[in-house]
Structures are given as C-alpha cells and as structure tokens.
C-alpha cells in the first residue's frame, strides 16, 4: 500500500476480543491514530458522540450501531468498515449519499460458520447436548435414545452463498439429501436441488438459515414457515436473530410440531427469552459460529486493512456500497 496523504484518525467503536493490538498494529504502522471506544458495544448516541468528539476519517465496528446522525457527524468521513460480514448495524443508504465507502470481510469464517451449522445439525441427529445434560444430572438410560440416521434425512439449506456452499458440501459428505434455496440460484449446484422457499420447507427434515439480515429476510421464518416443515424437525439459525420469529418458534417446540431449534443468534441477543431457555430441545450458543484464532485474527487484520487502503486513495476489496461521487469498488458482501 502507498502511505497516505495525511494522517487521519480511525475509530474502533467496539471489540469482541480481550485488546485492540492488531487494529492498532495495523492503522498505526500506516501513519493513523486509532482511537478505541467501550469493548462492549455501546449505544447509537454514545457512538455519535465519539464521532462527534474525533471526527474520524475511518470508523471499524463490530457489532455497535453507526447511525445515519455518526455517518454524517464527521467531515472527514470516508470509510465504515465493519468487523464481519452481515451490516444491519450502519446506516448504509446514509453513508452512500454522503460518499462514503462501506466495507465488510465477507469470507474470513465460511469455514467455522458452515461447521458450526453442521456441528448443531449432528449434536441434534445423535443426542449429543440433550445426553450430556442428562448425564450429568445422574441419569444413565441409553433405552431413552431415539436418535437418527442424519444419511436418510432431508437438508434444506437457505441461502447458497459461500458459507451455504460449504455446508452443503460438508452435509454431502453424510450422505443425506441437500436442498437448497436464493434469491439467485446458480446455473450449477453439483449434489443439491435448488428449489423455492416453501418447497424447500416442506420437504426438509432440517432447514438451515445462512443469508444476511435485510427489511426482506426479517423474520423470514415465522408461524407459517414452520407450519410448512416437516413435523419433528430441526431448525438451524447461524445468521441473524432477526430472521427467527422466536415466540413463533417458542410455540412450534411446546406444539411438538418442531423437534429442536438450534440458534447462535438471537434477535433480543444477549437476552435469552426465558420460553426459548425452558425448551429442552433448544441449543443455544452465544454467536460465537464465526470465533476461531485464525478467524478472529484474519477478520481484524482484513477490516483494518480496508481502512488504511480507503485512506491511501486506492479501492476497496470488498466495497458493499456504491458511494455517490466515487468510482465503484471490486468487491461485494455476502453471506
């Protein structure tokens, strides 16, 4: 990278990591100041009020909110780079109509999401959680199990994007039957069936969810999608909270009409509703499907990278925006 015309200041709003030393590394050795708020993600007004108070030329976020009022808070605002894939925490549409690039790190953990999807799948078909936690209560009754052949069952995946495509290729090698669902279906899919979103539902025994979360994928599984699966199903969210209606979901596990809902996200995260925690048949991680040290890592290095190319003047390599007044970028995001 070319050393940047002036030195400008980038603020890291949030981190999900004990420190900020490779950020820092990073924005530091290309001649910027990083400026670090709260490790927990704090709230719109107090991120406006960072901006505010050191007009950043560059903003990286993890999960804090960057409002439209922050985007157009700083004058010397050029990029939003977010720490992850999906962006329903920034105010894209504002950042573009200001000129200002939005940028995220879309593949760094395809394959911890996909083995997370598929690592739920497994711990559903073979007991695993439900056993462990009997076990330890001092229960030993393997007469109890009624587990299942993960080979004879139907897997819908929604979304055929690279974390889908890994899963999909992950759930091949179990041998059992892949469907799968996008808005734009590819000419060639080797092993799956690209079918439409309600036939998918009605023939999966497992319905996995890997698409981002927009006003189109809100709750794109509520009472009548779940009504459509299969009964005694699994269903399997590593996306976004908000694309669950979590009550409906709640009321499908007290029916017996779903067998088990497997979530790394929520749409209240971090509160856990106390309908969803009294499911015997709910597992629940902490959206920690991305987390591994190389991902972690690869993730912190790449978005901060972006940063110190917008500031360079050079293109971003994964541009999710096109920002009004400036040449397009070489990339796009995507789940």
């Not at 940047?4 to 900020?20: I, K, Q």
């Not at 050029?78 to 950042?95: E, F, K, Q």
């Not at 439900?130 to 209560?137: G, K, L, M, Q, S």
């Not at 890592?297 to 940063?307: D, K, P, Y």
Request: aromatic share 4%; glycine share 10%; net charge negative.
């Amino acid at each position: 990278m070319k050393p940047p015309s002036r030195p400008g200041t980038v603020l890291l709003t949030d981190y999900a990591w004990p420190d900020d030393s490779v950020e820092r590394s990073v924005i530091e050795e290309a001649g910027h100041t990083l400026v670090t708020g709260p490790a927990e993600p704090a709230s719109a007004e107090t991120i406006e009020e960072l901006v505010a108070e050191h007009r950043p030329a560059g903003i990286l976020t993890c999960w804090a909110p960057v409002s439209a009022t922050a985007v157009k808070t700083s004058p010397d605002l050029r990029i939003v780079a977010r720490l992850g894939v999906g962006l329903d925490n920034i105010a894209v549409d504002a950042a573009t109509e200001r000129g200002v690039w939005v940028t995220n790190v879309p593949d760094y953990c395809v394959e911890e999401v996909s083995d997370h999807a598929v690592g739920m799948v497994l711990a559903w078909t073979r007991g695993l959680a439900v056993f462990d936690r009997e076990v330890r209560a001092g229960h030993w009754d393997p007469a109890s199990a009624r587990l299942r052949r993960l080979s004879t069952l139907t897997c819908g995946v929604v979304g055929y994007g690279r974390i889908g495509r890994a899963t999909v290729r992950k759930l091949g090698a179990f041998g059992c039957r892949i469907l799968a669902h996008d808005p734009h279906p590819p000419k060639d899919a080797p092993g799956v069936e690209m079918v439409g979103l309600e036939e998918l539902l009605r023939r999966s025994d497992v319905v996995i969810l890997h698409v981002p979360l927009t006003p189109g994928t809100q709750h794109i599984v509520g009472t009548e999608q779940l009504a459509l699966m299969r009964p005694g199903g699994l269903l399997v969210n590593v996306s976004r909270g908000g694309l669950v209606d979590t009550d409906a979901v709640v009321k499908a596990l007290d029916s017996g009409h779903l067998d088990g809902a497997a979530f790394d996200v929520l749409e209240t995260e971090p509160h856990v509703p106390a309908g969803l925690l009294d499911q015997p048949g709910a597992l629940l991680t902490p959206h920690v499907a991305f987390s591994s040290d190389a991902s972690v890592t690869e993730l912190r290095r790449r978005a901060a990278e972006e940063v110190v190319r917008i500031l360079a003047d050079e293109a971003p390599a994964h541009a999710c925006n096109s920002p009004r007044g400036l040449p397009p970028g070489r990339g796009t995001g995507d789940e």
